[in-house]
Structures are given as structure tokens and as C-alpha cells.
Nanobody
């Protein structure tokens, strides 16, 4: 059974930093494209950052220059370093694993990030 477990969320003041982790119990993790999404109350879920199996990255315009996505294939883990956090970054953050050639698509249960003074 595939599981994605996020951690690292919490309450932080504006301008602060958090590092989210997502560890996946997936065979051949390195073959998966990994992504972070977020969903704020009353809003649709949106892509925050993606890192492909070849380590190409792309970001939502609202987080460019502040967030960094990375992966450690040896540990089956993807990270999201979040710096210069703003109140509008407050949301539940979800990890996603995709392997399109096998129509594989998995989500974690999410971790809450709250940016508030």
C-alpha cells in the first residue's frame, strides 16, 4: 500500500521559514515526478512546486524566489524549503507522486502551515 507522509508544518511568524518533508513508501521512488500543492480555506487546491524524476523544477509564480523544492531519492523523500513566509501562504500543504506512464497518482494527507503574528 502506497503511503505519502508529510511533516514539518506548523505556526510561523511572517518572514519566517519552514521545511516540509514528504516520505513515500513507493517502489522506485526515483521514477516518480513529485509535487507540492496547497489548499487554503475556501480556495481550490493549487500547485506550489514540482520536481521531476530528472530534477527539473517549476514553481507557482507566487512562491518563486522564496520556496525551494528538492528530493533525496535514497530516502524516498521530497522537501519544500519555505522562506520569507507570508500570511497568504497559510494553507494545508499536500505532497503528490505521479508516474504518468503507469497512470499512478498518489496524495498525502496534508500538513497545516499557518503564517501569522
Amino acid at each position: 500500500q502506497v503511503q505519502l507522509v508529510e511533516s514539518g508544518g506548523g505556526l510561523v511568524q511572517p518572514g519566517g521559514s519552514l521545511r516540509l518533508s514528504c516520505t513515500a513508501s513507493i517502489s522506485r521512488f526515483s521514477f516518480y515526478d513529485m509535487a507540492w500543492y496547497r489548499q487554503a480555506p475556501g480556495k481550490q487546491r493549487e500547485l506550489v512546486a514540482r520536481i521531476t524524476r530528472t530534477a527539473n523544477t517549476n514553481y507557482n509564480d507566487s512562491v518563486k524566489g522564496r520556496f525551494t523544492v528538492s528530493r533525496d531519492n535514497a530516502k524516498n523523500t521530497v522537501f519544500l524549503q519555505m522562506d520569507s513566509l507570508k500570511p497568504e501562504d497559510t494553507a494545508v500543504y499536500y505532497c503528490r507522486a505521479q508516474r504518468l506512464e503507469y497512470f499512478a497518482n498518489y496524495w498525502g494527507q496534508g500538513t497545516q502551515v499557518t503564517v501569522s503574528s
